[in-house]
Antibody
Framework: QLQESGPGLVRPSETLSISCTVSGDSINSASYYWGWIRQPPGKGLEWIGSIFYDETTYYNPSLKSPVTISLASSKNQLSLKLTSVTAADTAVYYC???????????????WGQGALVTVSS | DIELTQTPLSLSATPGQPASISCKSSQSLLRRDGRTYLYWYLQRPGQPPQLLMFEVSKRFSGVPDRFSGSGSGTDFTLKISRVEPEDVGVYYCMQSLQFPLTFGGGTKVEIK
């Protein structure tokens, strides 16, 4: 299971921070990446980035706000930070487990329920 | 970036009748290892996306066999052989051949 927790409301130009607690699995597994995907209200899905247990990370370069994804192994959590956010960063943010095979990143097989974050003054 | 274009944007399906959704990629999703990195998801209203198909035509665990996927290279199709009311939602294709990972724009399926 994956469960996101976030602030709900963030002011423009501030930092958005969301965490995702993983249960029933270890984020230190070499079988999975852990990813973040977002969905603006009424719109489609956008991949933000994915991280491996050794902290290898891939990001979507199209995101305008700087992004950092990190792991907290002791808490079995992954986290997402977007700095200098704007209204365009308003979205439901999902964390998801991502299968890998033969070093190829594959599909997201399990998703959290998502956390809505609104950027507004 | 690999662009995935889904058609139609929406469809109204009759229960018990078939329905199909197309996903066209801006470049081939076939890798030199012989695998094609194309997946299908269903997002029911108010829910996160759930994986239906991986590598074009392989059903994920628990997915009913009325769902099937086909295609190769750049053209892919998701078919529902007999639409049921619980199939309502938005369907997305996704590729993982190349970063950034990308999704199609989605196809909204409703029931007549």
């Amino acid at each position: 299971q994956l469960q996101e927790s976030g602030p709900g409301l963030v002011r423009p130009s501030e930092t958005l921070s969301i965490s995702c607690t993983v249960s029933g699995d270890s984020i230190n597994s070499a079988s999975y990446y852990w990813g973040w995907i977002r969905q603006p209200p009424g719109k489609g899905l956008e991949w933000i980035g994915s991280i491996f247990y050794d902290e290898t990370t891939y990001y979507n370069p199209s995101l305008k706000s700087p992004v950092t994804i990190s792991l907290a192994s002791s808490k079995n959590q992954l986290s997402l930070k977007l700095t200098s956010v704007t209204a365009a960063d308003t979205a439901v943010y999902y964390c998801a487990r991502q299968k890998i095979e033969s070093s190829m990143i594959l599909y997201f097989d399990y998703w959290g329920q998502g956390a809505l974050v609104t950027v507004s003054s | 970036d690999i662009e995935l274009t889904q058609t139609p944007l929406s469809l109204s399906a009759t229960p018990g009748q078939p329905a199909s959704i197309s996903c066209k990629s801006s470049q081939s999703l076939l890798r030199r290892d012989g695998r094609t990195y194309l997946y299908w998801y269903l997002q029911r209203p108010g829910q996160p996306p759930q994986l239906l198909m991986f590598e074009v035509s392989k059903r994920f665990s628990g997915v009913p066999d009325r769902f099937s996927g086909s295609g190769s290279g750049t053209d892919f199709t998701l078919k529902i052989s007999r639409v049921e009311p619980e199939d309502v939602g938005v369907y997305y294709c996704m590729q993982s051949l190349q970063f950034p990972l990308t999704f199609g724009g989605g196809t909204k399926v409703e029931i007549k």
